[in-house]
Each structure stands twice: as C-alpha cells, then as structure tokens.
C-alpha cells in the first residue's frame, strides 16, 4: 500500500505563531488510521494546542506504547524527539528521560490498553510520583490493533463487535489518578475541540504529573451486530478467492455544548454516551469534592468532561528529589566525578 507524502513546501502566506511557525509545522506523517478515528481529532487538538502556545517542536518529547492510539505520535510534531515503547512501558522511559533532561515538553501518549492493563503498574507510580509530564490516554474501550477485544476500561454490559457481553467493572483511569495524587486531572472528548485544546494547553504549562482521559470513539469495531453491512455478515457471504477487509470512511464524531449541561452524543454503532460538562463556577482546587463529583455523575450515567482537579503548587519528581538545577545529561566530568574528598565525605554522611 503507498501514502502520499505531504508536501514540504508551504505556502507563504501561512500565519506563523511567536517563536515563526506555522500550524503544519507541528503536523507529522500523513495518519494511517482508519478515516473518522478519534484518535485523529486528538492529534489535531495536540498541534493546535502546541501552535497556540509558540511551543518550539524540538523542545518537545513524545512517547507512547503500542496501540492504535500509540501510533498517533508519529501524525504530530514531525521535528520533536520520540520513542515508542515496548507495550504499557511509556511511563517508566518517559520518566528516566525526564530524569535526564527536564527541560523539554514531555508528552506521553498511551491507550486505555496499553495503560489500563499491561501498564497499569507503570501509570501508577508516574502518577504518584508526580513526574513532570503530560499523560494523555485515547480512550476507545478496545483493543483496536487486535481486532476490537474489550479493553480494561470498557463499560460492563457493553457488546462487543462479535456480540460478547463485557462482564467485568471498568477501571476508571480519572478516579485513580485522583487517589494517586496526580496534581492536574482532566477529562475530554475526541470531538469536542472547543474544550480539548484548552485543556491540552493547560496541561502542557503544569508542572507535574498532568493526567488527561480523552474518549475517542473507535470507527472500526463499532459496527453492530446483525448488520447486513458489518465485517461479520459480509465473510460469512463471501466466496471471494482471498480474504480483505473494507474499513468504509466516517464522519467524524463532533460536538460543542455549554458548561454545566449534558449533551447525549450517539455512537456510530448508535450508542450513546452521555457527557456532563462541569460548570464554570465548579470548584476544581478541591480533590475530595472532584472523585465526590465524578462518582455523583457517574450514578447518573453521565460521563464528566472537564478539567477536575489541579494544584498548581504541587512539587514535581525533580522538586521531591531535590535533583540538580542543571539537567543531568548536561553535566560535565568535573561535575560527575568531584574527586575522592567529595566522595569520602559524601560517604561518612551515611554511616
């Protein structure tokens, strides 16, 4: 299969932010997702965001896992540092990168299977750690990459594409991050722009563990069951000589509503999720009254938007370590090897 390249030269007229540079500057490859896939709004919100904020791409350090929403990091900042993970191990490499050079933007990328299952360990002591990062997790509810297996944070009840019926609770990655003592806690929606970039903004000029939820609705594995269109009933009507798959272009899934109201968002499948955006006089300093909130709206079946809780105050890794003020990477042999004295000295300090 080829994709065409975009074009590297720009038109002159483009407007340019503070730092000199344009909107496509901060783009990355053309996205192989499938047309309509959330996960694409996010990227786009993540550009927009970096853009408005005359963020300089090379100072910025992507990293993500494995899964369709850990692919997104190569769709953005095409002139930043990236690593991509072995599966659900973001946290831990993002953190000793930070350890190394905590002057760069960290943004790490990661699903709800690659966070809420085989790295929910890893996610969890970033958080209580309070590493300086941005952790932004897709959130579909599947395993996309592996053909649409519920993932850990699917709701119980809920039908798979081949009909399954989830029984198990889901994990709620926004409730743990408050017990974890994450200080910025905020959830979104894929679709809702109007509020999703000004949350990535304000999560990317937090000092500490920053936590952002963003549902994004899987355009692939919500095809109902019983369909004459869905991928099922057209293999099992096939007598084709090989096997393919067609994944048909969507609409993206948009909205924009006012805060304090719930606004019902029907699903491609025709689900729907009912999203409450918080109020603007909401009280979000508070941790108690946020996971007191979220367990209220959750009762109702709503699903709360919004930024939840910050502490602008709250002491980042470097801080607790009480780390060099001069990035480690950048510390030169003198600096690393003070010599015998320093060393005898250092090690009577410890007996």
């Known amino acids: 299969m080829t994709y065409l390249a975009k074009p590297k030269i720009h038109h002159p007229s483009l407007q340019r932010n503070a730092v000199g540079f344009t909107r496509r500057d901060y783009e990355g490859a053309i996205s192989t997702l499938c047309a309509g896939c959330g996960h694409d709004s996010i990227s786009a919100a993540i550009i ?84 300086n990062m941005v952790y932004i997790v897709e959130n579909n509810g ?15 009840g809920s039908r798979s594409k081949k009909g399954a019926i989830n029984t198990d609770a889901p994990v709620d990655m926004v409730g743990m991050a408050l017990q974890l003592g994450a200080s910025f806690v905020a959830r979104s929606f894929s679709g809702d722009k ?3 970039v000004p949350l990535l903004k304000a999560a990317m000029r937090h000092k500490g563990a920053a936590f ?8 692939t594995f919500n095809n109902h069951p019983g369909s004459t269109k869905s991928y099922d009933y057209i293999r099992d009507h096939n007598q084709a000589l090989c096997r393919m798959d067609f994944i048909s272009g969507r609409e993206e899934i948009t909205v924009d509503y006012p805060a304090g109201t ?14 409450h955006k918080v109020p603007d006089d909401y009280d979000n300093s508070d941790r108690v009254v946020a996971m007191n909130y979220l367990q209220a709206h959750q009762a109702r079946g709503e699903i709360v938007t919004g ?18 003020t ?5 510390l030169d042999e003198a600096a690393l090897c003070p ?4 060393l005898d000295k250092i090690n009577a300090a410890l007996r």
């Open 307 to 324: 930024l939840l809780y910050v502490d602008p105050q709250a002491p980042d890794l470097h801080a607790q370590l009480k780390t060099s």
């Open 194 to 196: 109007a509020q999703l």
């Open 326 to 330: 001069v990035p480690l990477n950048h």
């Open 339 to 342: 010599g015998t004295a320093v």
């Open 262 to 275: 719930v606004r019902e968002v029907e699903q491609h499948d025709g689900s729907i999720l009912r999203l």
């Open 212 to 219: 952002l939820d963003v549902l994004s609705p899987c355009v």
């Open 142 to 156: 599947v395993y996309g990459l592996t053909k649409g297996q519920f993932s850990a944070t699917a709701d119980q």
């Open 48 to 131: 927009q965001a970096c853009w408005e904020l005359d963020i300089q791409p090379h100072r910025v350090a992507k990293l993500s896992g494995i899964g369709c929403s850990s692919k997104t990091p190569t769709y953005f900042l095409s002139a930043s540092h990236g690593f991509n993970t072995v599966h659900g191990r973001m946290p831990s490499v993002l953190t000793g990168a930070n350890l190394a050079n905590h002057e760069l933007l960290y943004l790490g990328v990661s699903g709800d299977g690659d966070s809420a299952s085989i790295g929910i360990g890893q996610f969890v002591h970033a958080m209580r750690r309070g590493v």
